[in-house]
């Protein structure tokens, strides 16, 4: 059974660091592409980030380039989303999301993230 | 960026009813539409890819349909377990993007 589960979240102020971590079971984890989905009441689902199976490639939304730095280890199964120079329109449920032939097959349960002073 | 854009916003239905949500796309994406169901307090879930193929273990009641611009997503035979709200996603072409959801209430 595939399952993603992730870890992290919480309450930070504007301007702080927090780091997501997803782990991943049931699947040939080196295999897929991951990607970090969030969502929150006024702007929905936005994708934020994603990595390619072997984490050689990375992207990013355009509205946290440069703040955000998606990372992975093939040996532990995780894939991580450092999470850094955080705003409050950052506040919102971060997904991890398996990827199969581009389409989001797996969703992790999410964590919350709240930026706030 | 592409704009998905759902209707309706919200509809009512009965147990028993079958049911029709419509996305569209604002420029083509040939098939590259997945369709996903979230009910409240939970992840959204991945029913239909490919915009008319079945994710495993989605029950046959699901169907998608469509190409190029335009979508829908029929739910038949409603159960009280399918009144959730309901998203289209594109992923034609990067960054995939999310209809607004279509909340599906009990009449």
């Known amino acids: 059974e595939v399952q993603l589960v992730e870890s992290g979240g919480g309450l930070v102020q504007p301007g702080g660091s927090l780091r997501l971590s997803c782990a991943a079971s049931?699947?040939?984890?080196?295999?897929?592409?991951m990607n970090w989905v969030r969502q929150t009441p006024g702007k929905g689902l936005e994708w934020v980030s994603a990595?390619?199976?072997?984490?050689?490639?990375?992207y990013y939304a355009d509205s946290v380039k440069g703040r955000f730095t998606i990372s992975r280890d093939n040996s532990k199964n995780t894939v991580d989303l450092q999470m850094s120079s955080l705003r409050a329109d950052d506040t919102a449920i971060y997904y991890c999301v398996r990827v199969r032939s581009s389409f989001y097959d797996y969703w992790g349960q999410g964590t919350r993230v709240t930026v706030s002073s | 960026d592409i704009q998905m854009t759902q209707s309706p916003s919200s509809m009512s239905a009965s147990v028993g009813d079958r049911v029709t949500i419509t996305c569209r796309a604002s420029?083509?994406?040939?098939?590259?539409l997945a369709w996903l169901q979230q009910k409240p307090g939970k992840a959204p879930k991945s029913l239909i890819y490919?915009?008319?193929s079945l994710q495993s273990g989605v029950p046959s009641k699901f169907s998608g349909s469509g190409s190029g611009t335009d979508f829908t997503l029929t739910i038949s035979s409603l159960q009280p377990e399918d009144f959730a709200t309901y998203y289209c996603?594109?992923?034609?072409?990067?960054?995939?993007?999310f209809g607004q959801g279509t909340k599906l209430e009990i009449k």
């Open positions: 049931g699947f040939t984890f080196s295999s897929y592409a």
């Open positions: 420029q083509g994406i040939s098939n590259y």
């Open positions: 996603q594109q992923y034609n072409s990067s960054p995939y993007t």
């Open positions: 990595i390619t199976d072997s984490g050689g490639a990375t």
């Open positions: 490919g915009a008319s």
